[in-house]
T-cell receptor, first 112, second 116 residues
Framework: QQQVKQSPQSLIVQKGGIPIINCAYE??????FPWYQQFPGKGPALLIA?????SEKKEGRFTISFNKSAKQFSLHIMDSQPGDSATYFC???????????FGTGTRLTVIP | DAGVIQSPRHEVTEMGQEVTLRCKPI?????LFWYRQTMMRGLELLIY????????DSGMPEDRFSAKMPNASFSTLKIQPSEPRDSAVYFC??????????????FGNGTRLTVT
């Protein structure tokens, strides 16, 4: 059973657009929600993360929106650039547990 | 810091052969993880070490898989004998302590394994 459900599977936007990637979870014990960015041939790299005590976290052009009651969180990329083309993974972890559960990934393509 | 270092980057082997993947975690990190990435199953945790001790190996698919961490700066993942369905990208990752907001997970660039 997929602990974190991610959508869409792929996304194509024009340069300057605002792609939005969504994730949902059921385990209310999850309390750490990172997003990872992966380029071809590279390992996933931590992009931004949030804890459930805040509803939004912004770092540069990347923003996480978190809805605790709906058990959903999303990644927004402002003013997207071709260099943002990559696969994005959401993840969730229960403090004290060992396993960071990953979503299935979203392949983002930003067209110049 | 050089980050998590994995070797080899690519490995092609024949079914039945032994394969050994290597990892050097970030210096000072006490937790080390081995993940496998496939199109079908995504990123799966295979095994987790803390202070060189295996804590959770419930993700290791079969007895053909084994992992060791003889010291704080080196770990191996061994597959013996290898099978075509083991073909995947294997990632090593490390964190300062248990993964938390203040101790995030850092991945290496992976080893792409192809078993023919």
């Amino acid at each position: 059973q997929q602990q974190v459900k991610q959508s869409p599977q792929s996304l194509i936007v024009q340069k300057g657009g605002i792609p939005i990637i969504n994730c949902a979870y059921e385990n209310t014990a999850f309390d750490y929600f990172p997003w990872y960015q992966q380029f071809p041939g590279k390992g996933p790299a931590l992009l931004i993360a949030i804890r459930p005590d805040v509803s939004e976290k912004k770092e540069g052009r990347f923003t996480i929106s978190f809805n605790k009651s709906a058990k959903q969180f999303s990644l927004h990329i402002m003013d997207s650039q071709p260099g943002d083309s990559a696969t994005y993974f959401c993840a969730a972890l229960e403090t004290g547990a060992n396993n960071l559960f990953f979503g299935t990934g979203t392949r983002l393509t930003v067209i110049p | 810091d050089a980050g998590v270092i994995q070797s080899p980057r690519h490995e092609v082997t024949e079914m039945g052969q032994e394969v050994t993947l290597r990892c050097k975690p970030i210096s000072g990190h006490n937790s080390l993880f081995w993940y496998r990435q496939t199109m079908m199953r995504g990123l799966e945790l295979l095994i987790y070490f803390n202070n060189n001790v295996p804590i959770d190996d419930s993700g290791m698919p079969e007895d053909r898989f084994s992992a060791k961490m003889p010291n704080a700066s080196f770990s191996t993942l061994k597959i013996q004998p290898s099978e075509p369905r083991d073909s995947a990208v294997y990632f090593c990752a490390s964190s300062y302590d248990r993964v938390t907001y203040n101790s995030p997970l850092h991945f290496g660039n992976g080893t792409r394994l192809t078993v023919t």
